[in-house]
């Protein structure tokens, strides 16, 4: 499978702890996004790499999270002392830097706070 | 600031018919446009986009139609079928501006329900 692919696809955790997702794009995408879903919304734009430079970040990113993309490949999006009000489907696009504007999801990682 | 959103929640069709989800928009920034399909426990899947100086672009049976008079995007599926029974998100982003291509404000999105 060539497609986008994020680990864990669920996550049950208990309010106060930190969680770490992984998303690994399309080999060829230079460009790597996160999203975040809540239920019966379309998603939300967190935060957006090119290779491995964090170039924008939404005013929903607070401080407890933070993202990177160390080597410009796969990314990582980190929620330090969750919160019940995280609990939601956390989304990675990839795509490629040119005029296609086709980014290509991933499945998600289902977080749940309890 | 920038919003897409969309006129019904919900839409149900017998398997055939023609289907036609709607979508309205508010920041004429956008310069392009993208319909996604999201079935229960995945992740979106592009269907189609258009950009700001069209009006009309046709898919394998889908068609997307701009009217930048009144903000309006809609999404046209023919002969729709079981298959096409998911959520639909329609979303707006801007090509150019640095930074902020790629993106994407999504509306909320559209139940299609498809009967056999």
């Known amino acids: 499978d060539t497609g986008v692919s994020q680990n864990p696809r669920h996550k049950i955790t208990k309010r106060g702890q930190n969680v770490t997702f992984r998303c690994d794009p399309i080999?060829?995408?230079?460009?790597l996004y996160w999203y975040r879903q809540t239920l019966g919304q379309g998603p939300e734009f967190l935060t957006y790499f090119q290779n491995e430079a964090q170039l924008e970040k939404s005013r929903l990113l607070s401080d407890r999270f933070s993202a990177e993309r160390p080597k410009g490949s796969f990314s990582t999006l980190e929620i330090q002392r969750t919160e019940q009000g995280d609990s939601a489907m956390y989304l990675c696009?990839?795509?490629?830097?040119?005029?296609?504007?086709?980014?290509?999801f991933g499945q998600g990682t289902r977080l749940t706070v309890v | 600031g920038e919003s897409v959103g969309l006129h019904l929640p919900t839409l149900s069709v017998q398997e055939g018919d023609n289907s036609i989800i709607n979508c309205a928009y508010s920041n004429s920034a956008s310069d392009y446009f993208i319909w996604y399909k999201q079935e229960s426990g995945k992740g979106p899947q592009f269907i189609i986009d258009i950009r700001s100086n069209m009006d009309k672009r046709q898919g394998q049976r889908v068609t997307v139609l701009l009217n930048k008079t009144v903000k309006h995007l809609s999404l046209q599926i023919a002969a729709t079928q079981p298959g096409d029974s998911a959520v639909y998100f329609c979303?707006?982003?801007?090509?150019?501006?640095?930074?902020?291509?790629?993106?994407?404000?999504f509306g909320q999105g559209t139940i299609l329900t498809v009967h056999p």
């Open positions: 696009a990839s795509s490629r830097d040119t005029v296609n504007t086709e980014a290509f």
């Open positions: 080999s060829e995408h230079n460009r």
């Open positions: 979303a707006g982003g801007r090509r150019s501006g640095g930074t902020s291509y790629g993106k994407l404000t």
